[in-house]
């Protein structure tokens, strides 16, 4: 899944460690309080950005962009835009689950689809679990774990579950129902594909995309 050139966000919430490391070619951004967590976890970031309502001061760090407090954009999606902006595809985001706000755990997940629908993949690692989003794509996973698969956006058609408990054949789903919820690895590799659409996927850290 890690190739080189990634962009890594690290936001205020739950952090437990990277799944996947960073090297030189990538890009770290703390998110306003997500700069705690990294000096906590000895992570030194290429960049600070954020309103700093969060953190409560401007930090002391040589590349700081500070944002105005009354904006459409979260801290997280700012740095994902500019993640878009500088040719990042593929967005690892730590510390977006989880915290004092719920409505930034759903945020952030909405902006897995924003990511998707510019032709990009982001992942939010959480303590025991990841989600990403995939738009007219297949992707292979291999492990032991549960999995969840959601439409986000509307409908999603040509949906394709296999090696998976509980599979789906050609099938539709949509955004109003959670069909996908509390399904789990059936075999030593599966395939979660759709045709047509979306899907937010969860699955365990036991469980692994294979390239």
Request: hydrophobic content about 35%; some cysteine; proline content about 3%.
């Amino acid at each position: 899944m890690k190739n080189g050139h990634e962009c890594y966000i690290i936001g205020a919430g739950d952090f437990h460690g990277f799944k996947q490391e960073p090297d030189d070619s990538d890009y770290i951004i703390a998110a306003d309080a997500g700069y705690i967590v990294c000096c906590e976890n000895d992570i030194i970031p290429d960049l600070v950005l954020g309103d700093f309502d969060s953190l409560g001061e401007v930090p002391k760090h040589p590349n700081v962009m500070e944002l105005p407090v009354e904006k459409d954009d979260t801290d997280t999606m700012y740095a994902i835009k500019l993640g878009l902006e500088r040719g990042y595809h593929d967005f690892f985001i730590y510390g977006g689950l989880g915290g004092s706000r719920a409505d930034h755990t759903i945020a952030n997940l909405q902006a897995l689809l924003y990511i998707a629908n510019r032709g990009g993949r982001g992942w939010i690692y959480g303590s025991h679990h990841v989600w990403t989003v995939i738009k007219n794509e297949a992707i292979r996973l291999e492990g032991q774990g549960n999995v969840a698969v959601f439409c986000p956006d509307g409908k999603a058609e040509g949906v394709f579950l296999r090696g998976l408990k509980y599979e789906l054949d050609n099938a539709q789903i949509s955004s109003d129902y959670p069909l996908g919820v509390s399904n789990s690895m059936d075999a030593s590799e599966a395939e979660i594909r759709v045709d047509k659409g979306a899907l937010l996927i969860m699955y365990d850290l036991t469980v692994g995309e294979k390239d």
